[in-house]
């Protein structure tokens, strides 16, 4: 069952490879949907306008007490403010640990030269207008992300389990710049192939 | 070489070059620090914790361990290490957690470690919070998905060894919140070695 918000005020879709951000109001609702299946986004939230104030994932563990967050879970900033609610959500199976894929980490692990998403997130914030320097690993938000932990430590990279057209909601709680990156990484992180996600937003209020 | 006692609720910081050994103890047992580094010759190449997860394969790190670089270059290897129940997600208590939690503001170790840049005249936005490494911290992350902080399993006298793989800057901040630090906050001791290990 699809939850019904009517018709979106805007709709686009995003490479993988390429990034995207929007502002987005109190009380509207962004939809951030899987359109292929397998798809992750490396998905950062500020304070429109000020990127001092941003996604903190660890104080959002904090705060809901758990490291998998779902419906009606209140995603919070570094100081502590609500930015979003989980309002509804397909899989409930994201990656809330932060931090991207990375040139660097392409170099050291596929041997090759690309960029990986924390370089298309800090170009985004040059088109934006902000200092790149101020990304900040913890705001990232690995929407669709599989990450197996175990109690004993293991940390690994895992298929995600989204279908085609599986989405989550978020509602803003306060005003807010999105900025994300549709990751390329070409392994199972991604279903071993790639593919675009499409960000719609409704008027929720 | 040198060693410093350091209380809980306050914070101190300094250099390393390569190839030293810090060696972090835990005087009293269960008390966490909040520990952050950065290369000496340029402060946007900072430790990254979440790299360092990648690199390791896990997120619980010890002996053998690598703490990696935002640019994925080893900052540290961990030579010794009593514990190895460290937390590695990142992030700092702060004066916003504890009046979040209905306390009276009180600095945390965020804003310690902010005060700590300011002397090596970086602002407070050179602190990301993926660069700290919450030494002694125990984090569970259970299987239903419960993410809580436990008391600490650090013994009296317990010891982690970081040796430097480059030059470095380190700062720590001593976590006296009344969360992560057992019966209470205690004093660590931050003893410096040359190349021995």
Not at chain 1, 114 to 141: A, H, I, M, W
Not at chain 2, 47 to 65: E, L, R, T
Request: hydrophobic share 30%; charged share 25%; aromatic share 10%.
């Amino acid at each position: 069952m699809s939850t019904d918000l009517g018709k979106p005020l805007e709709s686009k879709i995003i490479q993988p490879n390429h990034g995207g951000s929007g502002e987005i109001k109190q009380g509207q609702t962004l939809r951030i949907i899987d359109v292929e299946g397998q798809q992750v986004a490396d998905f950062v939230t500020i304070k429109s306008g000020d990127p001092t104030e941003f996604l903190d994932c660890v104080y959002t563990n904090w705060s809901v007490g758990r490291y998998k967050w779902r419906e009606g879970d209140v995603l919070c900033s570094n100081h502590l403010n609500p930015m979003w609610t989980i309002t509804d959500d397909k899989t409930g199976n994201h990656y809330t640990g932060g931090g991207f894929c990375s040139n660097d980490a392409r170099r050291l692990y596929l041997d090759n030269d690309e960029k990986g998403c924390r370089d298309t997130v800090k170009e985004v914030y040059r088109e934006l207008g902000f200092d790149p320097n101020l990304v900040q690993s913890v705001s990232c938000f690995n929407v669709f992300m599989t990450v197996n932990y175990t109690p004993e430590g293991e940390w690994n990279l895992g298929e995600p389990i989204t279908r085609a057209g599986d989405y989550i909601d978020l509602r803003a709680e306060m005003d807010i710049t999105w900025i994300v990156s549709v990751c390329a990484w070409p392994e199972i992180v991604n279903g071993d192939k790639p593919t675009p996600l499409r960000f719609e937003l409704y008027d929720t209020h | 070489m040198e060693e410093r006692v350091l209380d809980p609720g306050t914070s101190d910081s300094g250099v390393i070059k390569h190839g030293q050994t810090l060696r972090i103890i835990d005087i009293e047992g269960q008390q966490v620090a909040d520990f952050i580094a950065w290369r000496i010759d340029d402060p946007s190449e900072y430790q990254d914790v979440f790299n360092s997860n990648f690199a390791n394969g896990s997120w619980k790190i010890g002996s053998g361990g690598v703490l990696v670089s935002n640019h994925m270059n080893k900052f540290w290897t961990i030579t010794e290490d009593d514990c190895e129940e460290h937390y590695m997600g990142g992030g700092f208590c702060s004066s916003d957690l504890y009046t979040y939690e209905g306390n009276p503001p009180h600095d945390g170790c965020r804003d310690r470690l902010q005060k700590e840049l300011a002397k090596y005249d970086l602002t407070p936005l050179h602190l990301r919070e993926v660069s700290c490494f919450n030494i002694f911290m125990h984090v569970a992350y259970d299987s239903d998905g419960t993410w809580e902080i436990r008391r600490p399993i650090s013994k009296a006298g317990d010891h982690i060894d970081l040796r430097a793989e480059m030059d470095l800057h380190w700062a720590v901040s001593i976590c006296d919140d009344p969360w992560s630090n057992g019966d209470g906050p205690t004093p660590m001791r931050f003893e410096f070695y040359d190349a021995i290990h």
